[in-house]
């Protein structure tokens, strides 16, 4: 997307404008939440995911007929010692860390109008960018985890995931921060402290 400064000051002046409006509702810390925890949620739930898959393919290597429930209880004690734990726990320490740094971002998010957020280029350029981010590192994160799956490969399998997730939080912030100098949305934000911190 190309805008030039004038339509970018203009754009932001809007935002600001309307951010600082007596009609606009006060965001919700619910929403707020909900949209920063979306993206660790994926990938928590796509490690969860993939590790049901590594203990049905364990289980289905044996003959199990007439196993007790325990047996079953046990084995996935064994699957998860094997770093489902581990991997899991960090993908869910590192989530929260996603979650608690963006929290902020989220709210100065639904700070903006709605209106005036779906209709400026700015903030959707900037939406749909994130999206095809965040996307583009789940898919390799899930790709690889498959990868070392396939190919027994232990610390693909239990690190990719992580890994990926605690790239995002320097990628996703990264780029956030190169759009603020691109656009100079420096008084918006300071617009959206302001208001946040009533």
Do not use: C, H
Not at 29 to 35: C, E, I, S, T
């Amino acid at each position: 997307m190309t805008l030039t400064n004038g339509e970018a000051k203009k754009e932001i002046a809007e935002i600001i404008l309307g951010m600082g409006s007596d009609d606009r509702t006060v965001p919700s810390p619910k929403d707020a939440f909900k949209l920063a925890a979306l993206y660790p949620s994926i990938m928590i739930t796509s490690n969860v995911i993939l590790w049901s898959v590594f203990y049905v393919i364990m289980m289905s290597k044996g003959d199990n007929t007439g196993q007790s429930f325990s047996f079953y209880f046990k084995a996935a004690e064994l699957v998860m010692g094997y770093g489902g734990w581990i991997s899991i726990g960090i993908t869910v320490f590192i989530g929260l860390i996603f979650v608690l740094i963006n929290f902020s971002t989220a709210l100065a998010y639904f700070s903006i109008p709605v209106d005036i957020r779906n209709r400026s280029k700015i903030v959707v350029s900037i939406k749909t960018s994130i999206k095809k981010v965040a996307i583009t590192l789940w898919m390799l994160a899930v790709v690889l985890s498959i990868v070392g799956l396939l190919v027994d490969s232990t610390y693909l399998f239990i690190g990719s995931i992580p890994l990926f997730l605690f790239l995002s939080v320097f990628v996703i912030n990264g780029y956030l921060g190169i759009q603020s100098a691109r656009y100079g949305l420096g008084p918006m934000m300071a617009t959206a402290n302001k208001l946040l911190s009533r």
